[in-house]
């Protein structure tokens, strides 16, 4: 009994720890024994961790180390979904940062506080610069007009401002998120607008100049390889000869009209929503506010920012981001073509093509001593195929809105900052590790060149279609050369087939 009571009353001041605790002790699952506080302490504690907010629900605690606010934190306990990997890109959050500071710039100048608006322009500025990173835990699987990230944009600037003037964190006094910080706007174009801020920097930044890095190295390969002939294949057979600059020359194109298409894509991109608010109308902003601040957002940028034309196409529909999305997935089908061809003409390097031999970069089997694989190429088709799938999802997200407002936003900017961050990094990837580096294999090049029975086409003008795929067809029975073939069946002398059968002059219209 003296036993039962002395383990009762340690029990009172131990605890299990979780798993994930990577303090030692026993129990199991690696759990530890953790000391509690004495209630008062853990009172104490709570009390100094956590302040009291206030939305439209209720109170609620929120830490006291975070600038945002009740509307935040409710989100975090109604969206448990995905966990830190889920959270709201960061582009979207440094632009909403651009975006408010335009927004406080120009109510400023339709009668806002100068005080107010001056604080909530420096604290929207540590949000676009990233220096507030830590007080956006909001997921993207959320409301799917992106409400949530709003507010916890405007709570994170109330706060982050109210401590600029010597204020108390949640009194909402003097800087309110919704009275002043989100004056003017709705979540309905202020999310719109952010989608696009974010975009558009993020092709310019990272996709269009790693595309054009991969570009300007193929271009570089198409020149260095413009004298190499080889054997064309179509259909995955012999065909008739090219130069291997010629067959690099099409990657050339592919990704030059790939980054065509995108810059096409961008004029919509451009157009931004803030100045509609709730339905497009712009209920409770002023006239010219719309033009002042996409006006704003475009000298913060340098990026030709302008007011959409239509507020209610651009609350409603996001077909802009459907079609940059679709210049990516074409973007995508062209980079899974290159990456492939180059993968199977280096493959090898003995059993394979073996036309191109590939810069190794690193082990490729835990088990076969020696071997490389062509990582860089399989890195860009996962790249590529992950850039159709988001497209996908975009597509379906872009054709489901419904009256005035899509509600597919947050998963629809999601993925097409993920293609373009990925198209981007993934052509500077390939090209520094890969394309740079490529060499012409050029005595197994003649080689199998030089054994095509489909050099035969040369013929063609001079004893006609059907005596040269008799010509062909024999040699290739009989294992014997072209040559020898024709002059078997006494078709033409050795004379003729040395001078109308040559390879360098099957690379173009005579």
Known sequence: MDRALRLLARSRFLSRAPASDPRP?????GAALVLLRPPNVVRMASQSSFRIEYDTFGELKVPNDKYYGAQTVRSTMNFKIGGVTERMPIPVIKAFGILKRAAAEVNQDYGLDPKIANAIMKAADEVAEGKLNDHFPLVVWQTGSGTQTNMNVNEVISNRAIEMLGGQLG???????????NKSQSSNDTFPTAMHIAAAVEVHEVLLPGLQKLHDALDAKSKEFAQIIKIGRTHTQDAVPLTLGQEFSGYVQQVKYATTRIKGAMPRIYELAAGG?????????????????????????GLPFVTAPNKFEALAAHDALVELSGAMNTAACS????????????????????????PENEPGS????????????EALTMVAAQVMGNHVA??????????????????????VLHSARLLGDASVSFTENCVVGIQANTERINKLMNESLMLVTALNPHIGYDKAAKIAKTAHKNGSTLKA????????TAEQFDEWVKPKDMLGPK
């Open 171 to 181: 009194s909402k006094k003097p800087v309110h998120p919704n009275d002043h910080v």
């Open 335 to 358: 980079l899974m073509k290159i990456a492939n061809d180059i993968r199977f003409l280096g493959s090898g390097p003995r059993s394979g093509l073996g036309e191109l031999i590939l």
């Open 394 to 415: 975009i597509t379906i997200g872009g054709s489901s809105g419904h009256f005035e407002l899509n509600v597919f936003k947050p998963l629809m900017i999601k993925n």
């Open 25 to 29: 002790g026993p129990g199991p699952a």
């Open 366 to 377: 835990s088990i076969m001593p020696g071997k490389v694989n062509p990582t860089q190429c």
């Open 485 to 492: 073939t024709a002059i078997e069946l006494g078709y033409l």
């Open 277 to 301: 608010t709730a339905v497009g109308t712009g209920l409770n902003t002023r006239i010219g506010f719309a033009e002042k601040v996409a006006a704003k957002v475009a000298a913060l940028t």
